[in-house]
């Protein structure tokens, strides 16, 4: 009797639980639990449910890491806003720029931008903003260079800015007088 | 419950207690990496929407104390000053569209024996 408490004592902080819930009552004196079975099924089917919710949480932690890497590179581009409120910052400036009317004034009025392809072509020129809403330019071109092809590098260049050719004057000696005025 | 019971359920569920608890830790972890992913993505797509042009080269027109000299120096275009009532300038074609570009705009121009003159509108003041 007393090698038999002592085997179940052994048992009780010794052995597997698999050969405990296997074991039979004769070995022990408190009778083993009837549910036994029970709960070892129960216990396959918990360690089942954590592996498979481990290896899903892994999955989307592995997800996470890649999306984050890619972030973080297009955060790293050669850009000068680089946090929240740099770009709060930002935003407001462009805000109270727009509010002011700044951008679509300059939009409007960039002139030297627009015609920089005719007019680099040309030895001598003159532009003048006004009288009243109209752009007038006078150049002068050499013998060889095509007046028309000038003439439409002036047109596609103020009509991105909302102007179009109003009049057009050829003073001779390939000197000519353009007006633009804003299109309607 | 006797303690045999209690040993039993311990050692029976004390593996699967532990992957959940991990499990649990993990998802939580991942949902902060994909919250500050998320973030940064936002931030990558708001910024595009910003003018960086407008905001980097206009937004001297916000300055109270801003004139037609403070952006010349402050943006460092290469010019020399004619007149300052209106402000004519002598510059190269690059320096008079670096003008524009920072907002200053022409309300004159004369281009001459390689020589170009501008004459500068008047300095917006705020609205």
């Known amino acids: 009797m007393t090698g038999t408490l002592q085997r179940y004592q052994r048992l009780r902080l010794q052995m597997p639980l698999l050969e405990l819930t296997d074991a039979t009552t004769s070995d022990v004196v408190e009778p083993f639990p009837a549910k036994a079975a029970q709960w070892q099924r129960a216990s396959r089917a918990a360690f089942a449910a954590g592996f498979l919710a481990l290896a899903g949480a892994l999955a989307v932690a592995g997800w996470s890491v890649c999306r984050l890497a890619s972030a973080s590179l297009q955060l790293k581009d050669p850009h000068p806003i680089k946090t929240q409120a740099a770009l709060h910052r930002a935003a407001r400036i462009q805000e109270a720029l727009q509010q002011r009317g700044v951008p679509q004034a300059l939009r409007k009025g960039r002139f030297l931008t627009a015609a920089e392809p005719a007019l680099k072509t040309s030895a001598k020129w003159q532009l003048q903003v006004g009288p009243g809403r109209t752009v007038m330019l006078r150049f002068a071109l050499a013998p060889e260079q095509d007046y028309s092809d000038v003439l439409t590098s002036l047109d596609k260049g103020l009509s991105e800015m909302g102007w179009q050719r109003q009049t057009h004057e050829d003073l001779g000696s390939h000197e000519h007088i353009i007006v633009y005025a804003p299109r309607p | ?127």
């Open chain 2, 1 to 127: 419950m006797s303690k045999l019971e209690q040993f039993i359920l311990f050692h029976l569920f004390k593996a699967p207690a532990l992957l959940l608890a991990v499990a649990v830790a993990v998802g939580l972890a991942a949902g902060a990496l994909l919250h500050e992913a998320r973030r940064i993505e936002s931030l990558v797509r708001s910024r595009a929407k910003v003018d960086m042009e407008l905001v980097q080269y206009n937004s001297h027109f916000l300055s109270t104390n801003s004139s037609v000299e403070s952006v010349l120096s402050g943006f460092q275009i290469p010019c020399r000053i004619l007149t300052n009532h209106p402000v004519q300038l002598e510059l190269d074609y690059e320096a008079a569209e670096q003008l524009e570009k920072v907002g200053l705009l022409v309300g004159a121009a004369e281009f001459q024996n390689g020589r170009l003159t501008v004459t500068l509108k008047d300095y917006p003041t705020a609205k």
